[in-house]
């Protein structure tokens, strides 16, 4: 409803995120001490304030490691990643329909404020992590989505190709730039 990227272009709209289901919060919670008592987790971030895309930014820079996601498990909408609009209407244009319905998820993948979390965890042990997030009830929220780089570059994958990248460093000026006009402002 009034996420950064709607005000930025313009483009506000009249659903906020909330709390659908209290026990899947709970399960969260849960699931994270548990990791965390295991030994198991190495970050965590809430993405309820800037989405997917200022959670792993910030654990970017605080880590000073590139990352790596691939948006592709999470670029879907009710009906999946197969959009029914696409298979109507002029023909000529079905790439041009697909290929923006898949932008406005992309964004919507990234951005949206749902309540939410991104941990890392180390890739020898994710597949017991994902044992424990199903434990929880928690496996159709679960998703692997990316991987630190040495690289210094803050990436997005989508459909095998990269669709941004940027280097960490210009990203965390550019972020820090932001928060210092923000801080003036008030």
């Known amino acids: 409803g009034g996420s950064m990227l709607a005000q930025v272009l313009g483009r506000f709209g009249d659903e906020v995120p909330d709390l659908d289901d209290p026990q899947a919060l709970k399960s969260l919670v849960a699931a994270v001490n548990e990791l965390r008592g295991q030994g198991r987790l190495l970050a965590y971030h809430d993405r309820s304030d800037g989405g997917l895309w200022a959670s792993v930014c910030e654990m970017s820079f605080a880590g000073h490691l590139g990352v790596s996601l691939n948006v592709d498990i999470l670029v879907t909408d009710s009906d999946g990643i197969a959009d029914s609009r696409a298979e109507y209407g002029d023909s000529k244009n079905w790439a041009t329909q697909v290929g923006a319905r898949r932008h406005e998820l992309t964004l919507r993948a990234l951005f949206n404020e749902e309540l939410g979390v991104v941990i890392q965890v180390p890739t020898a042990v994710r597949n017991e992590v994902m044992q424990t997030l199903r ?19 803050v990436e997005v994958w989508r459909d095998a190709k990269a669709v941004f990248s940027a280097p960490l460093v210009d990203l965390h000026q550019a972020w820090d730039e932001v928060s210092w006009r923000i801080a003036r402002l008030r």
């Open 135 to 153: 434990a929880h009830g928690l496996s159709k929220h679960s998703h692997f989505i990316g991987k630190p780089n040495e690289r210094g570059v």
